[in-house]
């Protein structure tokens, strides 16, 4: 089983054949190698692992050794960051251009929209968002993989002391989709 991606071996990946009402399971090793024994027949695979889409429906014909590689898509966050007073004060969301976006050892950085993309892990994350004249925004997140999802974080403008410079918070919002499914 290998990182669609970066094409490194996966472990710990559930792969599970199915035929009829028999399954067999296995679990991928530390070199993404993982080996069921079923009879002959045309089994339906599929993959399963924390951080990753799940690898469904794969057709395999049985008839003497078989070999299946797998290919898993790593979960992917995706997101918008805009400056909150403006956004607020004029009804026009305005983007913040150039945001560091930072889940667990992923970054990226927004565009010219506010948009950003990048791979993450399952499980409850804390994200980051960093950029020039703005206060750095720190939010935990529950990252599932399997399906599409929304979260909106909003964070309350306020001007910090405007002896400090008059920094404002960025306020994440209208779509963290954490996309991991079919």
Sequence with gaps: ???????????NVLVKAQLGQYENYAISDENGYYELLVP???????ARRTGF?????MKAVIQSNYRMDIYLDPATITGYVWDAVESSSTGVLKPVV???????DSEATTDEKGYFTLETVE???EIVIEAPRYKTLREKINVVTGG?????LWKVSAYDDINSGGRVTLKL??????KGGE
């Design 1 to 11: 089983v290998y990182n669609k991606k970066t094409l490194e071996p996966v472990p």
């Design 53 to 57: 889409k799940p690898a469904s429906g």
């Design 40 to 46: 002959r027949g045309e089994w339906v695979v599929e």
């Design 148 to 152: 599409n999802y929304e979260f909106h």
């Design 98 to 104: 150039g945001a560091k976006v930072k889940v667990g």
């Design 173 to 178: 919002v209208d779509s963290i989709n954490i």
């Design 123 to 125: 499980g409850e994350q």
